[in-house]
RNA sequence: GCCACCAUAGCUCAAUUGGCAGAGCGCCUGUUUUGUAAACAGGUUGUUCUGGGUUCGAGUCCCAGUGGUGGCUCCA
């Protein structure tokens, strides 16, 4: 097969994955898989197979629908094939040669008409070179169109190292186009060595623990109710929480810097959003207009068309810049519905939004601002494991508004920022928003699936399409820039990735409860019940474990909900004023005075410490 | 939206080739009064996702719908 790596926006494990030799085993593992699925289905044609971040995948067409009897028997016969020896032998061929070798495969024929009109190179990008040769590799009875490179031969590949039984079969696009034919992707892990494989198996059910839909259910934070509908979540109490506390923690940092509330609905006329352009560029993400007596009306995608007229309600003065509007709006987005996955990706959610509104002598300062802003917030999350993304226009594309010379501008504006913030970032053409280019903060989740959080974007085009204005030191009528900027992104997808990234054992601080009380005996509620008031009043979110069951079966039930601290109060903690203090990860402080305990706790609170240590 | 798979008590799961729908946890009642991960006893819990069909008989087989999961496409 070419190396077609159609993963775009995928990133390999090294940089040197292609030389490395866990590669051509997966490579060529992909080989094996298409060789035993043609002796399962004859028929089938293949399309392609590259290795990928912990394995390979090959897209069949298939004559049937494929079942988990046919994986076993596929699994089973590569592992045959494996454990003999057959050689990957190299041959170039020419095209002619290789359109007779591949007559009934009518995916390769189409892969060597773009190789050798030079429609994509070797790797599937756009390319301008045709290709002078191609190659194909043979092992066993088995020969593809690829460029390689593969093992030596079979025996250079443990099958004991080799599963395809990790994943059921998914449907895939031919060359990831919604339009073309759906092939069957199959995809598979392989290995260097047995226990490689056991470890990467161990990683997926140590991964599966921490997903935050499951964590989600079992720590009682949202559910997503099916008669309320997809993709909208409900906040129980102790998300909730969760969730105000990081709204309270970044609407005061936010005070801090100079930013000024702002609350607007919903929903807005669908003028707004013609004016805006969110209409027609935006038309497949949004939910169709609701009458509203004889008016259209939409629910709001975005939340900068309102703040733009809240920016119009008056005159602005040079002086008045820059104006910092926030605001934690709601939002609807139409998705398709396999799309939607828990809090990650979802129909409604809230954008931690702000819109800067700035002169152009201000812009790269207050771009700066807010990308330290964002960096602050994510650095005091404990999240590190991040990149910054440059989202620039796609030249091919139509989806944009606005002239190129302000694209310019807006780019520059953004790449010179980062550049005094010594931040690295990689440009992705094609992901900027439609009024502007973007710098994203981008984590993954535990199924390596990335997300986008933060985000900064530039706007020439929206000022010029409200028609804002402010009045400068010489007397003239200028147009402010706006920026974009939402550290979280969305306070679903955000609370969703902190979830995961916590495992569910939120810092103190965050904690939905961060401490319960525990009294040994029943004659001990009293004091339970007094230490729940006063920690209660110096700020600290707690809760006296009062029910008729016994001391253990309390302390066994809080820590699966992963309490950072319990207190368990007896007869001597009545008579000496104490607390005795278990932490979540089974550390016994022992007996502490309450009131040391309640200083402590609310320093570790206030400090918004990783560790849950007093 | 597309391809595939799945759906049994609040939760995790069982139910032989189609033959009376079960267990643990939870919940309720009583007994027990406990010093660091489950005291004991009894009780309760069902439109087997929904609607049709086949059959003497359907949780089990067939069709349609709904919801979920994995993947593709798309995106905060």
């Given at each position: 097969m070419v190396g077609l790596n159609i993963i775009r926006g995928k990133r390999m494990p090294e940089e040197n994955y292609e030389a490395s030799q866990l590669y051509r085993i997966r490579h060529s593992a992909a080989h094996v898989l298409a060789e035993a699925m043609l002796e399962r289905f004859p028929e089938a044609k293949i399309a392609i197979g590259?290795?990928?971040?912990?394995g390979f995948y090959y897209d069949f067409e298939l004559p049937a629908t494929i079942g988990d009897d046919d994986i076993k028997w596929v699994e089973r016969r590569m592992k045959k094939i494996l454990s003999q020896r057959h050689e990957f032998k190299m041959r170039e061929?020419?095209?002619?040669?290789?359109?007779?070798?591949?007559?009934?495969?009518?995916?390769?024929?189409?892969?060597?008409?773009?190789?050798?009109?030079?429609?994509?190179?070797?790797?599937g990008a756009p390319s301008e070179d045709p290709a002078e040769t191609l190659t194909i590799y043979t092992q066993n009875k088995f020969t593809d169109l690829c460029r390689g490179p593969h093992v030596q031969s079979t025996k250079d590949i443990n099958p004991k190292a080799v599963s395809i039984s990790l994943r059921r079969p998914a449907g895939a696009y031919w060359r990831g186009d919604e339009q073309r034919q759906q092939l069957t992707r199959i995809y598979g892990t392989a290995w260097e060595t047995p226990a490689e494989l056991r470890e990467y198996s161990a990683r997926l059910e140590e991964a599966a623990k921490r997903d935050h839909r499951v964590l989600g259910e079992k720590l009682d934070l949202f559910i997503i109710d099916s008669m309320v509908g997809k993709g909208l979540p409900l906040w129980l109490p102790d998300g909730a929480t969760l969730r105000d506390t990081l709204e309270r923690w970044l609407r005061d940092i936010q005070i801090e810097r100079g930013y000024l509330p702002v609350v607007t609905p919903h929903l807005g006329n669908i003028e707004l959003?013609?004016?805006?352009?969110?209409?027609?560029?935006?038309?497949?993400?949004?939910?169709?207009?609701?009458?509203?007596?004889?008016?259209?009306?939409?629910?709001?995608?975005?939340?900068?068309?309102?703040?733009?007229?809240?920016?119009?309600?008056?005159?602005?003065?040079?002086?008045?810049?820059?104006?910092r509007y926030a605001e934690f709006g709601a939002v609807y987005r139409y998705e398709q519905s396999g799309e939607l996955r828990g809090l990650t990706r979802v129909r409604g959610f809230t954008v931690d939004d702000a819109h800067i509104f700035v002169?152009?002598?201000?812009?790269?300062?207050?771009?700066?601002?807010?990308?330290?802003?964002?960096?602050?917030?994510?650095?005091?999350?404990?999240l590190t494991d991040f990149r910054a993304r440059l989202g620039t226009r796609d030249s091919e594309s139509d989806k944009y508004v606005g002239d190129n010379a302000l694209w310019e501008e807006a780019t520059v504006a953004i790449a010179d920022a980062c550049d005094e913030l010594a931040l690295e970032y990689?440009?992705?053409?094609?992901?900027?928003?439609?009024?502007?280019?973007?710098?994203?903060?981008?984590?993954?989740?535990?199924?390596?699936r990335e997300w986008q959080l933060g985000t900064v974007q530039v706007d020439y085009n929206l000022p010029?399409?409200?028609?804002?204005?402010?009045?400068?030191?010489?007397?003239?009528?200028?147009?402010?820039?706006?920026?974009?900027?939402?550290?979280?992104?969305?306070?679903?997808?955000?609370?969703g990735i902190l979830i995961e990234?916590?495992?569910?054992?939120?810092?103190?601080?965050?904690?939905?409860?961060?401490?319960?009380?525990?009294?040994?005996?029943?004659?001990?509620?009293?004091?339970?019940?007094?230490?729940?008031?006063?920690?209660?009043e110096r700020g600290l979110r707690v809760k006296a474990d009062l029910q008729d069951r016994n001391m253990r079966s309390k302390i066994k039930r809080r820590r699966r909900m992963n309490i950072p601290w319990l207190l368990i109060v007896g007869d001597r903690d009545v008579e000496n004023r104490t607390v005795s203090v278990r932490l979540r990860t089974d550390e016994d402080l022992g007996a502490m005075p309450l009131d040391a305990f309640a200083d402590a706790a609310a320093a570790n609170v206030e400090a918004q410490s990783q560790g849950i240590g007093l």
């Open positions: 590259p290795p990928i971040e912990d061929v020419t095209a002619a040669e290789a359109r007779e070798l591949f007559r009934n495969q009518p995916y390769k024929l189409e892969l060597i008409d773009d190789l050798v009109n030079g429609r994509v190179d070797d790797n959003y013609k004016t805006s352009g969110h209409y027609p560029y935006y038309a497949d993400s949004q939910y169709t207009p609701i009458d509203v007596d004889g008016d259209e009306f939409l629910l709001r995608p975005m939340n900068c068309p309102h703040h733009c007229r809240v920016y119009t309600s008056q005159p602005r003065s040079y002086r008045d810049l820059p104006l002169r152009p002598d201000q812009l790269l300062d207050e771009f700066k601002d807010v990308v330290k802003l964002i960096q602050h917030v994510f650095g005091a999350l404990g990689h440009i992705e053409p094609g992901e900027a928003a439609f009024y502007g280019p973007k710098l994203d903060f981008i984590v993954r989740d535990v199924l390596k010029q399409r409200f028609d804002l204005e402010y009045v400068d030191r010489d007397n003239e009528r200028k147009r402010p820039i706006m920026i974009h900027r939402a550290p979280f992104g969305s306070l679903e997808r955000f609370i990234h916590f495992a569910g054992a939120f810092p103190p601080w965050l904690a939905p409860t961060q401490a319960v009380i525990i009294p040994i005996r029943e004659s001990h509620n009293d004091y339970a019940r007094d230490i729940e008031r006063l920690l209660r």
